[in-house]
């Protein structure tokens, strides 16, 4: 049995395979259609949804892993599809190179990331898969086609966040840039003080972030800008004691008891949300984009647009603050501008993220349901790998391209052999 990062979606597969060349790919996915199985891609198990659930065939990626090449005449990096981000930042930085932007947690395969729309948080840097250059996919057929802007750019623009549907990826070509460094300012503010300034807080800064504790009035804002140096990193002791030891050891003792003791949460959220300092530090760039996340939960997160974050954001608290809702996870909020990938939450609008979260084990569905109810009412897009109950009718109407991606979707993969049951949801039959 297969089971995510979070636990809440399992899968029992007929078979699992670990391919370890694009033409063994090629292999299972031919051996897969005549015997009649579906085929999923699976990489670190890091979504909530069922994306990667299937009953056929089951793909690991373990061994399709690395880089086979860099042209640094082009500025590009070509990797192999269950490269784990960690091990293209560590590899990239090395050889003197960075990615532009990140998520928060670089656990994920490449793949995985970019087909479900992974994003960090920027003015003017979008999404990792707005950073891909080409991509390799294989078909439903067994064939194996490249895509770019100029090749094949139909496919291109719609596979760079394919949720599995057109095909399985078996490398990826990244746009990479000289490594660079960040400097990360964190400090707390009252949530009327961000919702306030937010508009001047991200025309100043590169990346901004920031996060509000449910039940207080307090927030943690993060601001990452580029440096000229000096190198100056979290010390060795600090690092540890704030990021290991109170976001992630405490934190997780935190919620268990919360979980336990419904009714004490509020204090705990006081104390959580105070018991971060404020800290400036500069670290390469991956190190400043990326934390560890050792505590399980589940998640809900969806993509508004900008100019409508405020207000969702304070219907959200008002929400949280009249019911009887127990949260004990933070309220994450993010930014992007505008792209030009066809089922990008991004796509042809620059858009807000809010993120809700809770511990893993702990009730969600009221939480989650009253959320949606307002992000859908601000023109709200779900985030693909994070859970929603939006279908198929729904997104048609969210996304102006949805159409062009279901019909490129009959055209390559006409009998579904990378369906399941969420992409019917999703996309419809």
């Avoid at 090749?151 to 000289?178: C, D, K, M, Q, Y």
């Avoid at 929603?388 to 102006?400: C, E």
């Amino acid at each position: 049995m297969w089971r995510n990062w979070a636990g809440n979606v399992t899968a029992r597969p007929v078979r699992e395979v670990s391919p370890a060349s694009a033409e063994e790919l090629c292999a299972v996915v031919r051996d897969a259609a005549e015997d009649g199985l579906a085929v999923k891609p699976v990489g670190s198990g890091h979504s909530f949804t069922p994306a990667a659930a299937t009953d056929g065939v089951l793909i690991r990626p373990d061994r399709l892993t690395g880089i086979r090449a860099i042209d640094r005449e082009s500025g590009t990096v070509t990797v192999e599809a269950g490269t784990r981000l960690r091990t293209l930042n560590m590899a990239l930085a090395r050889e003197g190179l960075s990615l532009t932007n990140m998520g928060d947690i670089m656990e994920q395969t490449v793949s995985g990331a970019i087909s479900t729309g992974t994003h960090g948080t920027g003015r003017g840097s979008a999404a990792i898969a707005a950073q891909v250059r080409g991509l390799e996919l294989v078909l439903a057929d067994g064939s194996l086609l490249t895509c770019s802007e100029e090749e094949n750019p139909e496919v291109f623009a719609a596979a760079r966040i394919g949720l599995g549907a057109l095909g399985v990826v078996s490398a990826v070509t990244f746009a990479v840039e000289p490594l660079f460094l960040l400097t990360a300012r964190e400090a707390p503010m009252r949530f009327d003080e961000v919702t306030a300034a937010f508009d001047e807080l991200h025309a100043e800064n590169e990346h901004f972030e920031f996060y509000w504790f449910p039940h207080t009035g307090n927030c943690n804002t993060l601001r990452n800008n580029r440096s000229a140096g000096p190198f100056d990193p979290v010390g060795r002791f600090s690092g540890w004691f704030e990021d290991e030891f109170l976001s992630n050891g405490a934190f997780q003792v935190a919620n268990s008891l919360g979980r336990a003791v419904p009714g004490a949460v509020p204090a705990i959220a006081k104390i959580s949300s105070r018991a971060l300092s404020a800290r400036t530090y500069t670290d390469l760039a991956y190190k400043v984009f990326t934390s560890p996340r050792r505590v399980r939960f589940t998640e809900m997160e969806y993509a508004v647009p900008r100019e409508a974050l405020v207000e969702t954001l304070r219907e959200l608290k008002a929400m949280v603050d009249r019911s009887d809702l127990r949260i004990s996870f933070p309220v994450e909020v993010r930014t992007a501008p505008a792209d030009d990938i066809t089922l990008s939450t991004a796509s042809a609008r620059e858009s807000a993220y809010i993120a809700v979260h809770m511990y893993r084990g702990t009730p969600y569905h009221q939480y989650f349901a009253a959320a949606e109810r307002i992000f859908t009412a601000h023109d709200g897009r779900p985030h693909w790998g994070k859970l929603h109950t939006r279908d198929a009718d729904y997104l048609s109407k969210a996304y102006p391209r949805f159409n062009e991606f279901t019909a490129l979707r009959d055209r390559l993969d006409p009998d579904r052999r990378f369906g399941n049951a969420y992409l019917r949801r999703v996309l419809g039959d």
